[in-house]
């Protein structure tokens, strides 16, 4: 059963008067229209999924062929060099808008790829720092896309220090899908805007509003944009329930606490959901739009994937995370209507 908490800061959320996600979708879309990849992901009903969780309607936003990614993470890097692209070019071809700039990373999964293809699609340099512990077929995959590899450290902090140190001696653009004390606004800020796109999309997809949304978080990016989104969209109608792997409770943590703080844990089969540290931005926005935080163990994120693998939903721990809640026991109740992300293709996909 997941641990659940209601969240004291609903409303005015931990920083007020901080840097909050950006709401509003309607810049995205045309920007990502210069993509040729870009196309909308599906919206699924899943009665079978709603049956075996005691609710009364599941939805879910397919995100497991996004730009041809595997993963909603293609939205907010590409969105992001997009901007600065457009901003460069004023009227000239945007495909070398970028040309002679250099974007570097540090990635565990699938932001880098979205880093690759942004830089790839305008004209600019991909730079991605990996830990030594990242697996060969995915940097292959990297380079496949046009980006330089950089092994860096053991672990993923190490290969983000090596990114962030690399950028300012050679005067290169760092751009993270977290935030921190002195990097909060651009890029970060667009990284999570483009990840609007997809409840853009669900909102128009949708036949009813949802009485509860589900969002999974690592860092909390992509819970943080679709939170701020439906609240703009929906008010304060659905229930939103932020999901984490008990081996990572940044955000739990962090609300419990009043302030961003950072935990500890073992490895978690999560994946991209194992963060120990939330981003800055997204923790303002989600105490402010989330109304509860649930975490869930290894063994109910993988009992869930096997459930969605049954029904042809094939992902992985962190893209499915905010189903497994659902499908482990938490208690909405037969009237609600839920709206869930599957983030990510799985690995061998």
Not at 5 to 28: C, F, K, Y
Not at 74 to 102: K, N, S
Not at 159 to 185: F, H, I, K, P, Q
Not at 268 to 288: F, H, I, N, Q, Y
Request: charged residues 20%; negative net charge; contains cysteine.
């Amino acid at each position: 059963m997941p641990i659940i908490i209601d969240n004291p800061w609903r409303g005015d959320g931990l920083d007020p008067e901080g840097v909050q996600p950006i709401a509003d979708a309607s810049g995205v879309a045309s920007l990502l229209a210069q993509c040729p990849a870009h196309r909308e992901t599906p919206l699924r009903a899943a009665p079978e999924i709603a049956e075996r969780a005691g609710v009364g309607k599941v939805w879910i936003k397919d995100e497991r062929e996004r730009m041809g990614l595997g993963s909603f993470k293609a939205l907010g890097a590409v969105h992001a060099i997009a901007r600065e692209a457009a901003a460069r070019a004023e009227g000239g071809d945007l495909q070398t808008a970028l040309a002679g700039e250099t974007y570097v990373a540090a990635s565990a999964g699938n932001h880098g790829l979205s880093v690759a293809a942004g830089a790839r699609i305008f004209g600019a340099r991909a730079i991605i720092y990996l830990a030594e512990t990242v697996p060969a077929a995915f940097a292959a995959r990297l380079e496949a896309r046009g980006a330089e590899v950089v092994r860096a450290g053991a672990e993923y902090q190490a290969s983000m220090e090596a990114a962030e140190t690399a950028a300012a001696e050679n005067g290169w653009t760092l751009l993270s899908d977290s935030s921190w004390e002195g990097y909060v606004d651009l890029p970060p800020l667009r990284v999570m805007e483009g990840y609007t796109q997809l409840a853009a999309e669900a909102v128009a997809q949708i036949d009813a509003p949802p009485t509860h949304i589900l969002l999974q978080a690592g860092v909390g990016g992509l819970a943080a944009a679709v939170a701020a989104h439906a609240r703009l969209v929906w008010g304060d109608g659905p229930q939103i329930i932020v999901v984490e792997p008990d081996a990572a409770p940044a955000l739990i943590e962090s609300i419990r606490a009043g302030h961003l703080v950072s935990t500890e844990g073992p490895v978690s089969a999560t994946g991209r959901l194992d963060c120990k540290t939330p981003s800055m931005v997204a923790l303002a926005g989600l105490s402010r739009d989330a109304d509860r935080f649930a975490t869930i163990t290894e063994a109910e994120a993988q009992s869930g994937v096997d459930i969605l693998a049954e029904h042809g939903l094939a992902t992985t721990p962190s893209g499915g995370a905010g189903l497994a809640a659902l499908l482990a026991g938490l208690s909405l109740g037969p009237e609600a209507r839920v709206l869930a992300i599957l983030s990510e293709g799985p690995e061998d996909g």
